[in-house]
């Protein structure tokens, strides 16, 4: 179970893109209450900490380790957006403020001689993720909770964008792998994720 225990960095990492998160969620709402800047942060604690422990479930299972990091320039790019919602009072929302790494104590032993094994279980473990965000999804749609539902289709989306490139201010997001090593599966989450997305605005 010590892969459920994040280390003090990890929860200063959490606490800082829950935060960044919420402000992104705030500002697509148009609504500034103290109530619903409460409100928000719940909901972006909730959607983060879901996709995490989808991921460290599979981590469990698959003996490996699962590490969240703030995603600095994302972060930026989060805010950037949150603030540009704000002055204009328009429905625009970015959302990329975490990133994860990922590591398997016994595959160091195999020397890393077969690099498609280990893009395989990185896509395990992305996968985990963006699967509890859409289980999330499902549940609180299920239970009447659009706004909610709409937060983890929202955030799942932007993780399922394809991006690992340099010149982009991201750092890797979960989609970049799961398409590097299953396009087919890449399609079935992004299809599963903009039908969430539509069935909850």
Known sequence: MERFKPDLEEVNYFVVALLVTAAAYTA???SFTVESSLF??????????????GQRIVAQWMKADTEI???LKGSIITLIGALIAFLTQLPVIILFPVHNTY?????????????G?????????????ILALLIGWLITYLLGY??????????????????DYSK??????????ILRVNGFSWLIFFTAILIALALAV
């Open 40 to 53: 928000f942060t719940a909901v972006a604690g909730l959607v983060i900490l879901t996709r995490e422990l």
């Open 69 to 71: 990091h703030l995603s």
């Open 146 to 163: 659009s706004t909610v539902a709409l937060a983890f289709a929202l955030f799942a989306l932007f993780q399922m964008l394809p991006f």
């Open 103 to 115: 590591s398997i104590t016994s595959y160091e032993h195999w020397g890393r001689q077969v690099d």
């Open 117 to 129: 094994m280990w893009s395989k279980r990185e896509y395990h473990l992305v996968s985990g993720g």
């Open 168 to 177: 982009i201010p991201t750092d890797r997001l979960d989609g970049s792998i």
């Open 28 to 30: 697509y709402s148009g």
